[in-house]
Structure formats: C-alpha cells, structure tokens
C-alpha cells in the first residue's frame, strides 16, 4: 500500500506570499493528483500529472519521480486560496488504477 | 451536462437501518469511483466502477458494504446494518477513462447514523 505523506499539515500566511506544499510517496506511481476543498465545499481536481511540471494561473504543480515527491506552489497567495489541499496518488507497482490514495491534507489560510 | 451529483445530500439514519446512496455521474464518464471522508480517517477510496463492472472491491470496509452501477451511468452505494462509524461524507467521482485522468467529484451524501 502506497504511504502519501504531506507537510505542512497547517499553513497560515499573509496575502502575497508565496506558498508550497510538499508530498512525498512510499511506492512508484502513474499519476498523482493535487485536489482543493474549501471550507463545507466540494473537491475540486487541481491538478493530475505524471512527470515535470504543470501550471495553471498562479498555481504550480512539480514532480520527481525518481524521487517520489510533488510540489504544489501558489504564487501572489490571496485569502480565496484558504482551503484544504490534498494530494492524492494512483496507480502503483502492478499497473492500472484501483482509486486514489490520499494523503491527510494542508490546511492552508491566507490573511490579508 | 451538469458535473457529478449525488443523493441525498444529508441523511440522518438510526443505527440498524440500510441506506443506500445515489451517484450520477457526467454523461458520457466511463469510470466512476466512491470515497469516503470522515474526521478520523481522512479520504479513503472505497470501489471503482469501469462502465457496469467493478473489478476491485477491496476497498469496501466490511460485506455490509455493496455498490452496483446499471447502463454505464447511476451508481447505488448500498450501507445495511449501518453502525456509528459509517458515519462519514461518501464522494463520488467520475472519469471519462478508468485511468490517469483528472477525476470529477460531486458534492458528497453526508451520512449520520445515530
């Protein structure tokens, strides 16, 4: 079973700065996965990528896999990005994908 | 269409009751998958469905578990015999292929068995 490890488990910070998140897996992966969940919201699908580095608005997303390890950055961080991000892996040494495997969340707030 | 939707959105149940919990998946999305999230165990994949079959059921916590999904679209999450530590958010997600694409997620059931 694949062990998704992500750090901080909390991050607060004032508006403007920029922000990463780290996580790291125990077992090789096809894809991993950079979810966001609002406060009382829904998941929202950030991120899905497989090798090098994805961008999109001020959000960035990074992996090593030789490494086992993703980034999630946000740039010019404003109070809208407060939400939990997860990371979330699939796929694994025998092939296919059976679901994601999560990792516990950064709880992220952004003060003005 | 529309993205992901689930039903009820809350159901309040007393211990001993069978729930069974709906998904709809966007049209057309082959793959479909159900997680759960509660406060002590973070998000946990449940089962996934490849149009009507589910290949792996290894994920369902306890036999009291099932799911089915008929014509490719709407899966049923069924719970009998519910216990207090069912008690969770059941998410639903869909994909338009079973693997490596970003997965679509609905706004979940939240389920409280008292």
């Known amino acids: 079973k694949n062990e998704v490890e992500q750090s901080p488990q909390n991050l607060t910070a004032q508006e403007g700065e920029f922000i990463t998140i780290n996580c790291s897996y125990s077992?090789?992966?096809?894809?991993l996965h950079w979810l966001q969940q609002h406060p009382g919201g829904g998941i929202v699908s950030l991120f899905m990528?497989?090798?090098g580095k994805k961008k999109h608005g001020r959000l960035i997303a990074t992996i090593n896999i030789q490494e086992k390890h993703s980034s999630l950055h946000i740039t010019a961080s404003h109070p809208r990005d407060s939400a939990v991000y997860i990371c979330?892996?699939?796929?694994?040494?025998?092939?296919?994908?059976?679901?994601?495997?999560f990792g516990k969340g950064t709880h992220l707030i952004i003060q003005p | 269409g529309a993205g992901v939707s689930q039903s009820p959105s809350n159901k309040v149940t007393e211990k001993g009751k069978d729930v069974e919990l709906r998904c709809d998946p966007i049209s057309g999305h082959t793959a479909l998958y159900w997680y759960r999230q509660s406060l002590g165990q973070g998000l946990e994949f449940l089962i996934y469905f490849q149009g009507n079959s589910a290949p792996d059921k290894s994920g369902l916590p306890s036999d009291r578990f099932s799911a089915e999904r008929t014509g490719g679209s709407v899966s049923t999450l069924t719970i009998q015999r519910t216990q207090q530590e069912d008690s969770a958010v059941y998410l639903c997600?869909?994909?338009?292929?079973?693997?490596?694409?970003?997965?679509?997620f609905g706004p979940g059931t939240r389920l409280t068995v008292l």
């Open positions: 990528l497989s090798s």
């Open positions: 077992v090789g992966i096809s894809a």
């Open positions: 979330a892996v699939e796929g694994g040494p025998t092939g296919g994908a059976d679901g994601l495997t």
């Open positions: 997600a869909s994909s338009p292929l079973r693997s490596y694409n970003e997965q679509f």
